[in-house]
């Protein structure tokens, strides 16, 4: 029973349309399906159907989060781990999500709504003028738009990150990589994974106490020119940066931060540490290097960059017809 | 009298709808005015209406190379200057050339067609979504394509390399910055300049001895990360790679070499040096060192490298409409 | 059992101390241990002890390839394996490897040299002026030669690539990546890895015939840019550039290759994929593709690419003191 | 008369042994020549002797600007030109400034201390073991450091930026290229130029009110992503990042502002606009634009940006014997 990988993330948009042009014309990402209410989003390396669902709605927020296990057998045993826990959860038909199995829905104990999957559709572009020469990648490199390589990690809020932290370690068994702490000795932010990215989740503390948000979906860029180059495109075509290019001392990665249409935030990075230890221990960053693992060129975060996130619906939120009730 | 710098290249393209798209999809430059016979294309940032023009033929040429003067009286002066030397030319009227004033045609003694003018319109986008948010640039920073930030410089091929540099520096006064020699001393290559640029015009050997012919017109990218990309983005997007990455170690700058679709060289091209000193002796670069001067990291030049370039038309054969013969 | 990572690559050097100087001075990779007879180095964010080991010889060979295993129990669990295949192995005691427990050694079918090990010192500098300002990481962020970030993988030779693979995959449970087929079908080169890189180590066909070879040492660099840099590092400061930069179609990651003073081929690369899908199916690129596989930018793999590396001692080569033999 | 290109500054600094190691082993500037009391630095691809003179001193202070001019003739037409305007001057002796002619100094209208030079030794490196192999360098690429490739331009601070912009032009003949106004119509900064540069030299509004300063020496690297290597580089080692990487809106250039040990501020740069047009009209960038033209990414400018500078030295305080005095 393990988790594979981080796959993707829907999002409910209250302008459905901006945003659909956003990430397509500026942020360069794929459509590989879409209807009148969802559009299925990938960066051009994305192996997978999708990263981003985009979701019509009266509002924006985080529908849920999508991890992809390790084996069939994993979701089955995920299940089961959770009704030993008392976890509440809810099973999503298979092709409830475009390209998807059955889906296993859940909320983290801060609140965070998550899904389990096991089957999805790799991604390869039917539209002959769209397939690559090189048969390893799903499609061509692209020519539009900021063109993120591929999604890389999940970051939400919490008001108790330890609480987080620890939840999804002992009960998921996302690694602990790295964490801050404030003066006072209270977890500011941890970083987590299972793959040998630094992280596939982070968790960072909500200081406007308002509980569970998604703080940001992020994807990864080649290097800090393309990303020099993708903060001049947000600059110039709708979107509305709001933090960088600095560098998470934490990570070491160079960061951009930005707001799509609706108000969801979205990064992209690049640089940064692997993790190959299999024994790795949890670094700790205490407050004296907190400002550094911020930002180690020297800015400081801005107050909404503290305090803004996009509200989550409740894990069972999901259409009912896409749902089937655990009892 | 003097020559401010190199400002464009009309190429008679033998696929208009072919070239159009590639120049502006998968090279990223934009187009400033077209008609059904002529498009008109510049990089966002370049100042000028255009420093490219498409012109639609039954065969691919150059048709000109379009030079700024310094200052409104150099362009009598040289047409005077030219008298003197006996040098034939003739006038286009003002408008002929969108956006430009009375150009004044002649050919180098190797054949080149070029062209002087004074009057050029300075480029503003009129379409207010494309009006950029700094004042100091002729339009937005692009999404799509290669997207070069600016033209560069242009390449002809000479059967005698020397004496077409000789004529460029003595009549129209561009300097001689760096050259080649072979084995028995000949001159293989000359690069010449006018403004800080390495080169606003290089004279290479035409191995095959057909005589002028256009080598290439050569773009500016902002880095080798760019170039890596625009290689990327010409093997997967309908043009023809011909060589590079590479460096040439004569100027120091990173190249990639490609075709596009009615067959011209195109280079876009990065890093390299600026040449300052008012009394620059021309670099002498002999046969021992001539490898690295073609390729730094040690490939070899094509066979169409060496050969090939796109045929000139004389400086006479421009549309009689626009032109008013000397005598 | 199971492996973790690859971890580094023992060589014998016939010049010590110019692949030292070349290893620091320009490569930019940093000392941890040394004495008369090695070297233990590492680039400035590997994370163990050493990722390269240089040891005075009077030729230059390859000693042994190291890997991590899982978890403590892994190391004995494969000595217990190998007995049941009859794989030959020798133990190697704790410490006769600086900073590294007992180490598993045996070779591939094909006679590669390996190690297995668990134990193994996490870096970290004991050097104030060297102590980063950033917690996360083992040392400063250096300042001399192309620096790369990480080590990355390894890349042998062998005249049968397929029966590598497959004993690479059954035996030691290495994932099979993608692979390139020649005209009759035969296989030409495979990538495998066990984390989340597209290849921990690639398997080459020998053209020479003559069997188990090291055909490279690979490390991460951060940028295309950053690898032309090293590129210009390496003809300027005594190494010899083999091939590139050019992009291997088959990870998408952009290469460039030279040998050492002593004679061993080293790569850096920057880009390419990662691989996260459990149920990864190994791309097939067939004869058709190999060109764009090798080099999606065109250029031919130079002779030597294709037939030379650097000989292998067997597993059992090592020092005798070193080693507690298994009867 | 005509003044050809920026040429170098000569910094009185305070700590000498600590500025001149930083200069060359975080900042990567090579020594040309060096005494007991001064050191003189070039970028590897600068041409001319020295672009940076370090004048051991009691406090850091601008001693002078040096400027080359076009021909041998403008150096007396210059003085000639002072006379008649009852600007003040001295002459240096040759060698007085190693590799350098005799200089004529003086003050501009607002107190920066300035020279005018012609004759400069052309910088060739003498150690066998850093000739570059490629003939047009004048020495080998280098491998330690920020290592920017070449000077690019000074900039000042003024009480008064519109008189002093407006003194270069007209006594200099450096020209306007672009300029910000505050709300109240009161110019902010001017940028200027003879070369294709953008700006061979800026003013900028002191807002402390103390009158003429050094606000930084400016370097040029070739890359975003070399400059964001450069920000890692300073904040590791010994030198104090103040404000970037970031982007000036008004050049396009992306900007790096650090402070070297004794206090003087350092910019290293890249990317950013060439200035071709011989009618170029300054660009007016109003109070509504300036933040964007501070920074298009969104960050403030530090309050020390705005407000410190180095002393300026009048452009008679040069050692005595190395001057004579005008009358």
Redesign the interface.
Known sequence: MKI??AGHAELRVKDFEASKRFFT??M?LFISYEDNERAYLRAW?D??HHSLILTKGDTSALVHLGW????PESLDQFAQHFDKLSIPYTWTEAGAERGQGRGLRFSTIGGVPMELYWEME?YRTKDSEWV??????PQ??P???IAP??FDHFNVMSNDVQREQEWLTDVLGIKHR?YVEGANGERRGSWLSV???SHDIAVMRNYSGSGARLHHHGYFV????????A???I???GGK?????G?H????A?FLYFFEPSGHRIEVW??G??I????WKP???DHA?EA??FD????KAPETYLNYGTEVVSATGAPASAQTARQ
Chains 1, 2, 3, 4 share one sequence.
């Open positions: 594979a990988h014309e500026t360069g390396q192996f997978e992809r296990v390790e084996d790799m690559s020469v090189l048969p390893s990648f061509k490199f020519t539009v738009g390589r591929r790295y793959t040998n990215l080649d290097s800090s020119d393309e990303l020099i180059r903060a001049t495109m600059v110039e075509h940066l709001e933090w960088g290019p560098m001392g934490t990570s070491g160079i690049t640089r540490m692997l190959f230890p299999p024994d670094i700790r960053w290097t550094l693992g180690t060129f020297g800015s």
